[in-house]
Structures are given as structure tokens and as C-alpha cells.
């Protein structure tokens, strides 16, 4: 159904089914889609693929959907992991949406030296995956890790995962293999010394260029992101 | 220089010459960078190269520089032209920011059907693309075109310069000539039927993909642009 409502739940989606709508899924239905009761969204939970389903109640508190047929079985969107140091929070908005449109598997935030921005809110974070999930059509929403040092994100890495990090200016060949792979991103004020010295003694990161400008943070993680997908053939 | 404030002025760049800052700029040289009279900065008018000079004089509402030498000859450079439905306020001014990151020369707005932005304020975003320029560390802004009609757009656009419009979603092989063309972008809610149709049989119009997902239309521009740059070997 193209063009359909899409929205996340948490229920289980099976034939028979009922599912529910929280306060702002009811608000976002009602007030700003102006969605009536037989009316028909599409449903995902990230586990059952994507179903019809027909609303059978709505007010302002909530809400209730009849499930009617799987549109789509679920299949596993493997995607890149995108690490990337904390930014000022519209930043970080930024990358957390842009991410999970272009497919990003795995968000793993972390604290690098020069990030200045506090803890962001895991749930204002999940909510923005949610809703990107929702209008690119994916079928999961990306996980998103705790926040981490860089020695502990990299501690932590698994080894057989490429991590590229975005830290050259000059340009260099993409690798083709960016289908398994994760991307490092850092702060606005770049990498320390002694990070760059930690990164670049860290076995499986292979340090990439994305190209001849100095890209804001946000902007390298997107960049980034797609230039991984095209060398995987994901996209283009 | 690197990690040099990076200013665009308006007045010629020569040996001997005085430069003069802005209002604006004088805020952000003293308040916010806390820069003082003596220290250095660079200087970039889009024409003459950029140059070292030394802070002479700098209060609330203004300040004046002594050019002190050339660092880099004016170069030309070209990049892909960038022509984008106008989208709400936020989105727009995304996409000229990233688009100068991503080395636009051209930016071209036009209304869509389907936009619903009104007309943006021209002031605000040369101002934020001169800003993004300064940060990026090109030598140029990129020109940013009154906003037409898609017809006009089209009516006008040079025929010799290939027009990629980001409209499918299955993967298409994308070209490997992007080095002198342009990317067209639509609105939120995508083309009409008849917007579609005008594109169809523009001759200089070729379509292409941005991945399987649904990209949001600032999300497309800056992909597109990455991939266009990738494809001309500007970058990675």
C-alpha cells in the first residue's frame, strides 16, 4: 500500500489480531492524518513483517487496529553500524534520523575527548529511529547502543566488522565491501591526538576520505552512510 | 591555516588592502570565537584567493583587518548544480547547507505542486550558505537562483548539462559522469502525475535511484549529491 500510514507497535502481529495505539500514535492518527475508525494504516513490530490493518477505534487517548493480512513477511535488513561521537542534540537528531533512513543496522553513540554535548534522552533518540523506520518503510527500527568511550566502543567492536573511519581529507579509494561494514564517525571539533593514535593502532578500522571539504559531523555521517550502501549495492 | 576562522567578505582581497567586518561578523569574531585585535583570521571573497590578515580593529559593531598574504590562488569550482522543490523552512535551509558542504555550484529552488513552503527569505539563505562555505573551506559560495515554476526550471536549464532526477526507487546503476551535471529534487509528498510526465519527456533528464527506501526529500539531496560527487571522483 503505497503511500499508507505506517506505523511501529509492539504487539504481536498474527491473523485474528488486535493491536493498539499509544496516546501519540491515537494524536498523530486522528489529529494530524485526520484517520477515522475503518479506516486502514500498515503495521510493523520489527519481528512479524508489515500488515494491513483497519482502525476499529480512536479517540484522544488511544486507540485499536483489527489486523487483516501480512503485506510483507519480515527479512533481516542488515545494514552498516554507524558509530558516531556525540554532537550538540539537533545534531545528533540529524544522524540518528538520516541513519536509519538510509538502513543503518546499529546506531552506537559515544564520548569522544572534544564532544560537548551531555547524555542525550535513549528515549526522544528511539522515538526519532521510530518514526524514520516508519516513513522509509523499513521493517525494524536500528538498535541503538548506550553511549560509550571510544576505547570502550572500540573495545567492544567485533573484530571481523571493517570500521571505517572518516578522518582523511585526501582522497582515497572507497572500499567495495562496505556491506558488513561500520563507520566511525567523530566530534565536531574532530578527533585528539591521542584518539587518532588509538584509531589508528586499532587492527580493523581502515581510515577512508569523503572527499576534499571538511564535512560537518552530521554531514560525514550521512555521506558516509551512503557512499557505504552504493560500495555494497545496496542503493544506485 | 587549518583551524583558522574563516571569513567570506565582500570587498577585493590585495596586497596592502583593508577588509572590513560586518556587524555580524564582528559578533561572531569577538563574542563568540573571542578572537581580539592582533590575532589572525582568513579572508575569502569568492575571487581573490584566500588570504591571511591581521585583526586591526574590532568592537561591537564592526572591525577591519590588514591582508597580510595570499594563501591560496582563486581556483575555479565546478560541481554539480542543485535544482530542489521548495520544502518547509528547516528542510530548505538543510539542503542549502549541505549542499555547499558537498561542493553545489548552483542552487536552484523551485515550487513544486506539492511544496508548501512559502517563498524563503534569499538574505537568510545566502547567509547560510556563506557560513557553510566559511566552515567547509571552499573558495566560493555557491549561486543560489531566484525560485521558478518546474516548467520554468526546466525551460531554462542548459541542455548540455545531464539532469539526474531522483524519482525511482529500485536500484539503478547510477552514472559515472556526474562530474558536470545536476540533481533534481522533489517535494515532500513527491511529484504529480503531471510533474512526472513533464520530467518523462525532458530530454535532458535522466532518472536514477537512491536506494530502496524512502528517503525524506533533504535526505535525497544530500545523498544525491555524495553519489554524484562519488561518481565524478571528487570525493572518497
Given at each position: 500500500?503505497?503511500?499508507?500510514?505506517?506505523?511501529?507497535?509492539?504487539?504481536?502481529?498474527?491473523?485474528?489480531?488486535?493491536?493498539?495505539?499509544?496516546?501519540?500514535?491515537?494524536?498523530?492518527?486522528?489529529?494530524?492524518?485526520?484517520?477515522?475508525?475503518?479506516?486502514?494504516?500498515?503495521?510493523?513490530?520489527?519481528?512479524?513483517?508489515?500488515?494491513?490493518?483497519?482502525?476499529?477505534?480512536?479517540?484522544?487517548?488511544?486507540?485499536?487496529?483489527?489486523?487483516?493480512?501480512?503485506?510483507?513477511?519480515?527479512?533481516?535488513?542488515?545494514?552498516?553500524?554507524?558509530?558516531?561521537?556525540?554532537l550538540?542534540r539537533a545534531a545528533s537528531e540529524i544522524v540518528v534520523q538520516?541513519?536509519?533512513?538510509?538502513?543503518?543496522?546499529?546506531?552506537?553513540?559515544?564520548?569522544?575527548?572534544?564532544?560537548?554535548?551531555?547524555?542525550p534522552?535513549?528515549?526522544r533518540l528511539?522515538?526519532i529511529?521510530?518514526?524514520?523506520?516508519?516513513?522509509?518503510?523499513?521493517?525494524?527500527?536500528?538498535?541503538?547502543?548506550?553511549?560509550?568511550?571510544?576505547?570502550?566502543?572500540?573495545?567492544?567492536?567485533?573484530?571481523?566488522?571493517?570500521?571505517?573511519?572518516?578522518?582523511?581529507?585526501?582522497?582515497?579509494?572507497?572500499?567495495?565491501?562496505?556491506?558488513?561494514?561500520?563507520?566511525?564517525?567523530?566530534?565536531?571539533?574532530?578527533?585528539?591526538?591521542?584518539?587518532?593514535?588509538?584509531?589508528?593502532?586499532?587492527?580493523?578500522?581502515?581510515?577512508?576520505?569523503?572527499?576534499?571539504?571538511?564535512?560537518?559531523?552530521e554531514?560525514?555521517?550521512?555521506?558516509?552512510?551512503?557512499?557505504?550502501?552504493?560500495?555494497?549495492?545496496?542503493?544506485?
Amino acid at each position: 500500500m503505497p503511500g499508507s500510514i505506517r506505523l511501529f507497535v509492539t504487539c504481536p502481529l498474527e491473523p485474528g489480531a488486535e493491536s493498539t495505539f499509544d496516546r501519540a500514535q491515537a494524536h498523530y492518527l486522528g489529529r494530524v492524518m485526520r484517520r477515522r475508525v475503518g479506516e486502514e494504516v500498515v503495521l510493523f513490530n520489527g519481528r512479524d513483517g508489515a500488515w494491513r490493518a483497519r482502525i476499529t477505534a480512536l479517540n484522544a487517548t488511544g486507540g485499536r487496529a483489527a489486523l487483516a493480512e501480512q503485506l510483507t513477511a519480515q527479512v533481516a535488513e542488515p545494514g552498516p553500524w554507524l558509530a558516531f561521537a556525540l554532537l550538540k542534540r539537533a545534531a545528533s537528531e540529524i544522524v540518528v534520523q538520516k541513519a536509519t533512513e538510509l538502513g543503518a543496522e546499529r546506531l552506537l553513540p559515544f564520548r569522544a575527548e572534544r564532544s560537548v554535548a551531555g547524555a542525550p534522552n535513549p528515549e526522544r533518540l528511539a522515538a526519532i529511529a521510530t518514526e524514520a523506520a516508519e516513513q522509509s518503510e523499513r521493517l525494524t527500527r536500528p538498535a541503538i547502543a548506550r553511549v560509550l568511550s571510544l576505547p570502550a566502543l572500540l573495545a567492544g567492536w567485533p573484530p571481523g566488522r571493517p570500521l571505517f573511519a572518516a578522518i582523511e581529507r585526501r582522497a582515497l579509494p572507497f572500499p567495495r565491501d562496505g556491506k558488513s561494514a561500520g563507520l566511525l564517525v567523530g566530534p565536531e571539533g574532530g578527533f585528539t591526538e591521542g584518539e587518532l593514535d588509538l584509531i589508528a593502532h586499532t587492527p580493523f578500522v581502515r581510515p577512508v576520505s569523503l572527499g576534499p571539504r571538511i564535512l560537518r559531523a552530521e554531514t560525514a555521517a550521512i555521506v558516509g552512510l551512503a557512499l557505504l550502501a552504493a560500495s555494497a549495492g545496496h542503493s544506485i
